[in-house]
């Protein structure tokens, strides 16, 4: 078990306290903070065996399903390292994403803040999301949750932008993993909403 007893978490979020992990400098441990939430009459499986972890579980499917395909587009992805129970509960182990100060890497909502309304600095940060989102849809990446709080530009991708946290269908029937049409019409609704 990984003693995390007075480690500040570098940052924390409604469902997370993350951490420099203790042993590898590339590497951050995720532990959840949220409670599992109940939402339906009769509980879905992954909601039944894993409670608050299952976002962990699709999460892992989508980036073994990447690994294996072989898609190059895989480096959009911050690395998928495992799990390690800690002090403070599970925690998921992801590839650390840096900025150019060596400090955790800006979110794509920071820059659009830094921004300011500047015209010209908006339009750099669209084309860069039009560019993941096209990468995206050529390596057949599903991220549920796109949200601009879950991309960031990475230094250890070439200063690209990189989706940390968000990936796997989130429904009960995912279509868009079987189904190219659905798949092309999803990502087409994320491009329309996301570069607007």
């Given at each position: 078990?990984?003693?995390?007893?007075?480690?500040?978490?570098?940052?924390?979020?409604?469902n997370?306290?993350?951490?420099?992990?203790?042993?590898?400098d590339?590497a951050?441990?995720k532990?959840r903070?949220?409670?599992?939430?109940?939402?339906?009459?009769?509980?879905?499986y992954?909601?039944?065996?894993?409670?608050?972890?299952?976002?962990w579980?699709?999460?892992a499917?989508?980036?073994?399903?990447?690994?294996?395909?072989?898609c190059?587009?895989?480096?959009r992805?911050?690395?998928?390292?495992g799990?390690?129970?800690?002090?403070?509960?599970?925690?998921?182990?992801?590839?650390?994403?840096?900025?150019?100060?060596?400090d955790?890497?800006?979110?794509?909502?920071?820059?659009?803040?830094?921004?300011n309304?500047?015209?010209d600095?908006?339009?750099k940060?669209?084309?860069?999301?039009?560019?993941?989102?096209?990468?995206?849809?050529?390596?057949?990446?599903?991220?549920?949750d796109?949200?601009?709080?879950?991309?960031?530009?990475a230094?250890?991708?070439?200063?690209?932008?990189?989706?940390?946290?968000?990936?796997?269908?989130r429904?009960?029937?995912p279509?868009?993993?079987?189904?190219?049409w659905?798949?092309?019409?999803?990502?087409?609704?994320?491009r329309?909403?996301?570069?607007?």
């Open positions: 078990m990984i003693d995390l007893t007075g480690r500040v978490p570098l940052r924390t979020s409604q997370y306290e993350i951490f420099q992990h203790p042993e590898m590339g951050l441990l532990v903070v949220d409670e599992p939430k109940r939402n339906h009459l009769i509980p879905r992954a909601e039944w065996r894993y409670g608050n972890l299952r976002q579980n699709r999460e499917n989508e980036y073994l399903a990447a690994l294996h395909r072989g190059p587009e895989i480096k992805l911050a690395k998928f390292m799990y390690a129970p800690t002090s403070r509960g599970p925690a998921i182990v992801v590839e650390k994403m840096t900025g150019p100060d060596g955790l890497a800006p979110s794509l909502h920071a820059e659009m803040v830094a921004a309304g500047d015209p600095v908006l339009q940060l669209r084309g860069d999301l039009l560019e993941l989102l096209d990468d995206l849809e050529r390596g057949r990446i599903i991220v549920g796109m949200g601009i709080g879950n991309i960031v530009r230094q250890e991708r070439g200063g690209r932008l990189v989706v940390i946290d968000g990936l796997g269908e429904v009960l029937l279509l868009t993993l079987f189904s190219d659905a798949f092309r019409k999803s990502m087409a609704r994320r329309a909403r996301m570069a607007s």
